[in-house]
Nanobody, 120 residues
Framework: QVQLVQSGGGYVQTGGSLTLSCEVS????????IAWYRQVPGKQRDVVAS???????KYADSVKGRFTISRDNAKNTMYLQMNNLKPEDTAVYYC??????????????WGQGTQVTVSS
């Protein structure tokens, strides 16, 4: 059974940094596409950053140059480093993975979500 357990997140002021972690069990992380999504109340869950099984990395335009997705295969853990945070980054963040080439909401296995709040 594949499980994703998130840690990190919390409250930070504008311009601050946070790192989200997502420890994976039940599968070998390097065999999967990975992604981070975020969701605010009343809106759909949107992808923030992703890496396909072919190692193609993509970022949402709103986070380019500020967020970095990565993984440590030895620890079977994925990360999202968030710098220069803005109030509009406030959301619940979810890690996700898929055995397909890329993560989609349909194919994803999800972490439990973690709140990130950026004060102005």
């Amino acid at each position: 059974q594949v499980q994703l357990v998130q840690s990190g997140g919390g409250y930070v002021q504008t311009g601050g940094s946070l790192t989200l972690s997502c420890e994976v069990s039940g599968t070998i992380l390097s065999h999967n596409a990975i992604a981070w999504y975020r969701q605010v109340p009343g809106k759909q869950r949107d992808v923030v950053a992703s890496v396909t099984t072919t190692a193609l990395t993509k970022y949402a335009d709103s986070v380019k140059g500020r967020f970095t997705i990565s993984r440590d295969n030895a620890k079977n853990t994925m990360y999202l480093q968030m710098n220069n945070l803005k109030p509009e980054d406030t959301a619940v963040y979810y890690c996700a993975l898929s055995r397909e080439v890329t993560v989609t909401p349909r194919s994803a296995t999800w972490g439990q979500g973690t709140q990130v709040t950026v004060s102005s």
